[in-house]
């Protein structure tokens, strides 16, 4: 049986991976044997929050997705309750966890990070056209070698001109998108430069309890570094944290990633090395098995998705409801 084949009715359940505000992600196993991580979204979730362009957005550019560092969903399918997207499992975890482990990294583990994350987001701006438009450590996974896998493309978008929907996790977020003035792939560079700076710091450079004030630093732009940080990455993260959307580093139509990856923060780097992972990655997780969950654990623990979430929706007057046909029509390009 092909990936492309996969079904509910041939997929064994065997453990659940993580959970998030839509759904939850469980490890299954084919008949043959192989393993793959599952997506499970409640389309009463999808439809109440008005999240149908999004999801169907996501599923049609990961439809086109050919690079070595974009997880690869493999197959997509719906029944009454849920859509379902099978994926390759991505043991590593999260990117999140390991920087939670060592705090901050050494400025050469951060660079082979942020070379591979600029390739991701290179090919999908160059190759495809599309803004990814989420970039933070909880959505870099780390293979079984340790290299990265970008995931969750449920804010991405193909779009080549300005967009104004306002959307991202806050402390990711490129002014623009506070301003709702239009942003375009430079919201991307923004967003890498925040995660330059989480790497190499331990933290991100804007922080706060309260949105409002969150927001008002971001739009200020005004941040310090740690001393001690390398000067090519302070210039490199300056650049990238340029509150001018048309003038940040990368913002360049034609030659934003070429740019980036010019910066000699990335001096030495052979570029065909990383395009074909090659380079040995620094940290290698310990995988005991195919069906090996140790690097999983806290995600599966973060967001407990409940099926009362929907009915509390349905009292307090959501926005939709599933159609009689059990949405067959409404998400009929699954």
């Known amino acids: 049986m092909s990936a492309e084949q996969l079904t509910l009715e041939n997929l064994t359940v065997l453990n659940l991976i993580a959970c998030g505000s839509f759904g939850k992600v469980y490890l299954v196993k084919d008949q043959a044997g192989t393993i793959y991580a599952m997506k499970q979204l409640s389309k009463q979730k999808i439809i109440m929050m008005r999240q149908v362009d999004h999801v169907r957005q996501e599923i049609e550019i990961l439809r086109q997705v050919k690079s070595n560092y974009i997880a690869k969903m493999y197959s997509c399918f719906q029944d009454d309750k849920y859509v379902y997207m099978v994926f390759e499992f991505i043991p590593g975890g999260e990117l999140f966890f390991h920087l939670r482990r060592y705090e901050q990294f050494p400025v050469e583990v951060a660079r082979f990070y942020l070379a591979e994350i600029s390739t991701a987001l290179g ?18 996974l780390l293979d079984k070698k340790g290299h990265v896998k970008l995931t969750d493309f449920g804010f991405a978008k193909q779009c080549r001109e300005l967009t104004f929907t306002p959307l991202g996790t806050p402390e990711y977020m490129a002014p623009e998108l506070i301003r709702q003035t239009g942003h375009h792939k430079s919201a991307d560079w923004w967003s890498f430069g925040i995660l330059a700076y989480e790497l190499l710091c331990g933290h991100a450079p804007f922080m706060h309890d309260d949105l409002n004030v969150l927001y008002q630093k971001i739009l200020k732009g005004q941040f310090v570094f740690p001393p001690d940080i390398d000067p090519d990455a302070q210039d490199l993260i300056t650049k990238l944290l340029n509150t001018d959307r048309d003038k940040r580093f990368g913002a360049n139509v034609q030659t934003g990633t070429k740019d980036i990856k010019a910066h000699p923060f990335f001096n030495g780097v052979n570029w065909n090395w990383i395009e074909k992972k090659l380079v040995k990655p620094p940290i290698v997780p310990e995988i005991k098995s195919s069906e090996d969950l140790d690097f999983w654990k806290n995600a599966a623990e973060e967001f407990v998705a409940d099926e009362d ?6 009292e307090q007057g959501g926005f939709g409801e599933i159609p009689a046909d059990g949405g067959k029509a409404l998400f009929a390009w699954v």
């Not at 090919?123 to 870099?140: A, F, I, M, S, T």
Request: a negative charge; proline letters at 4%; one cysteine or more.
């Open 123 to 140: 090919y999908c701006h160059d190759q495809l056209g599309v803004l990814y438009r989420d970039l933070k450590p909880e959505n870099v």
């Open 309 to 314: 979430e929907i009915q509390e929706m349905v």
